[in-house]
């Protein structure tokens, strides 16, 4: 249903209740405001002079309505997608089994049954580009970035997934974002509310009117009496001015508890998009950094732990740009969890919104992390490593 429409069904229904009959009065109207009274109630979004009428009935329920930014016509956000074609790339993904799995040098090293020149440890985030496939004596293979070839049973060809995020042809006035998973409305800021009816879907872009801690949970109301709970969205909200510490007109805005990226530019927001950052333990750090280095395609691999459990391997990861030690901003081609914590630390995007931040960004550019809800640890200790 267009925004429009949602409109018009509104007003119709509030118009519709305010000329039900009433067993009792709904209103009390004392001798001061018998004038008013007199004069019949407002109308729906009419500007009439003050005591000229009672604000009663539709126009005092749009007045409401109004008080948390929810106004007929609604807010605009003017902005496009980031063009589809920068998620476009020049590789082929492959996922590798979670088994050890052996690489050979040459295709001759496989028909002589010759040892493997190395071995991919188990582990369950081992990704390789595909170049291309041959067939040995031992059956079918792959050759991936490194060279080196791989069983064609071991792995399996990805689809890459992909987000857009939204880059403005004027400043928001408003805070917006999307939801993070398919989740039911509900009518009040409580889990036992009754259901709306409404069912908001994964990336579904919405408008965010007001939010209420209720026994220790935040929800936000994205609609006339409409609440879902704040973890299933994440929100952009727009701040102009230079953080702390920044001392450029230009940067990137890296909010942790939103899992939402922003970049500001002469004071104006150009671009915001979904990311997923570091999960416990791995957290990606608060604090100001500058981009130090760019790089279009490179592997990323290693682990933190000591049993090497968190072993990851990538091929070909795009769009990189490292900005504090090994943690960087960059595509995730195998991540299909933005919005939520799902990284080593780094800060992933999609294909295409890090194709565009990497194009519009510049070594040297500030870039500001911050936590607003206060989670994230501060203690160095956390940081001494970072990766994908």
Excluded at 128 to 141: A, H, M, P, Q
Excluded at 303 to 311: A, P, Q, T, V, W
């Amino acid at each position: 249903m267009s925004y429009q429409a949602l409109q018009t069904i509104i007003i119709a229904s509030l118009l519709a209740a305010s000329l039900l009959p009433a067993k009792t009065p709904v209103y009390a109207v004392t001798s001061d405001a018998s004038s008013s009274a007199d004069a019949g109630l407002c109308l729906p979004a009419a500007d009439e002079p003050p005591g000229s009428c009672l604000m009663a009935g539709p126009a005092a329920r749009l007045q409401d309505l109004a008080a948390v930014g929810i106004t007929f016509p609604g807010p605009q956000i003017y902005a496009s997608p980031t063009p589809i074609e920068l998620a476009q790339i020049p590789y082929i993904y492959g996922i590798v089994s979670n088994e050890e799995i052996p690489l050979y040098r040459s295709l001759e090293d496989i028909n002589n049954e010759e040892d493997p020149a190395r071995t991919l440890i188990k582990s369950l985030i081992k990704y390789v580009s595909l170049i291309k496939k041959e067939t040995t004596l031992k059956g079918d293979y792959y050759q991936i970035a490194t060279d080196e070839w791989i069983k064609a049973d071991q792995v399996r060809r990805v689809a890459v997934p992909n987000f857009q995020g939204l880059l403005f042809k004027e400043n928001p006035e408003i805070t917006f974002g999307w939801v993070l998973d398919q989740v039911p409305g509900r009518s009040a800021p409580d889990y036992l509310a009754p259901e709306t009816g409404t069912v908001y879907n994964r990336f579904q872009r919405v408008i965010f009117y007001d939010s209420k801690v209720v026994d220790n949970v935040e929800w936000v109301m994205v609609g006339p009496d409409e609440w879902l709970e704040h973890r299933y969205t994440a929100r952009v909200i727009p701040s102009f001015g230079r953080p702390e510490g920044v001392p450029s007109d230009k940067w990137i805005e890296i909010n942790l508890y939103e899992q939402v990226l922003s970049a500001y530019e002469n004071g104006n927001l150009v671009f915001a998009t979904l990311i997923s950052s570091g999960v416990y333990p791995f957290y990606t750090k608060p604090g100001v950094f500058q981009i130090y280095k760019k790089l279009e395609f490179d592997p990323m691999s290693g682990s933190f732990e000591l049993d090497k459990s968190d072993y990851y391997y990538l091929e070909n990861v795009p769009y990189i740009m490292y900005y504090d030690d090994a943690r960087a901003i960059h595509g995730a081609y195998w991540q299909s969890r933005l919005g939520y914590q799902n990284s080593h630390g780094c800060v992933n995007l999609s294909v295409a919104d890090a194709h565009w931040i990497y194009n519009w960004a510049s070594e040297g550019d500030f870039v500001y992390v911050h936590d607003p809800s206060g989670q994230t640890p501060t203690d160095p200790e956390f940081y001494k490593g970072g990766g994908y």
